[in-house]
C-alpha cells in the first residue's frame, strides 16, 4: 500500500523559510515520479514542484526561484524547501507520486493533478504578511 506522509507545515511571517518533507513507503520508491502540490481556501489544487526519478525538476511559475525540490531515494524522502515565502503561498501542501511515464521523446515528468495517482493528507502552511 502506498502511504505518503508530509511533515513541516506551520506558521511563518513573509520573507521567511519552510521545509516540507513527505516520507513515502509501499511502492518503488526510487524510480516513482513525485511531486508537491498545494490548495488554497476556495481555489482548485495547483502544481509546485515536481521531479523525476534522477533530477530532472518542473516547477509552477510561481514557485521558480524560490523553492526547490529535492529527493533522497535513499532515504524515501521528498523535500520542498521554500524561501521568500509570500502571503500568497499560504495553502495546503501535498505530497503526491505516480509510476513513471514514457513518451517517444522520453520520459514526462508531469506538474498536474492528474498526473498524479496518489496523494498525502497534507500539511498546512500558513504565511502572515
Known amino acids: 500500500e502506498v502511504q505518503l506522509v508530509e511533515s513541516g507545515g506551520g506558521s511563518v511571517q513573509a520573507g521567511g523559510s519552510l521545509r516540507l518533507s513527505c516520507a513515502a513507503s509501499g511502492y518503488p520508491y526510487s524510480i516513482y515520479s513525485m511531486a508537491w502540490f498545494r490548495q488554497a481556501p476556495g481555489k482548485e489544487r495547483e502544481g509546485v514542484a515536481a521531479i523525476d526519478d534522477d533530477t530532472t525538476t518542473r516547477y509552477a511559475d510561481s514557485a521558480k526561484g524560490r523553492f526547490t525540490v529535492s529527493r533522497d531515494n535513499a532515504k524515501n524522502t521528498l523535500s520542498l524547501q521554500m524561501n521568500s515565502l509570500k502571503a500568497e503561498d499560504t495553502a495546503m501542501y501535498y505530497c503526491?507520486?505516480?509510476?513513471?511515464?514514457?513518451?517517444?521523446?522520453?520520459?514526462?515528468?508531469?506538474?498536474?493533478?492528474?498526473?498524479?495517482?496518489?496523494w498525502g493528507q497534507g500539511t498546512q502552511v500558513t504565511v502572515s504578511s
Open positions: 503526491a507520486t505516480t509510476f513513471p511515464v514514457f513518451r517517444p521523446r522520453g520520459r514526462w515528468l508531469g506538474i498536474q493533478v492528474r498526473d498524479y495517482k496518489y
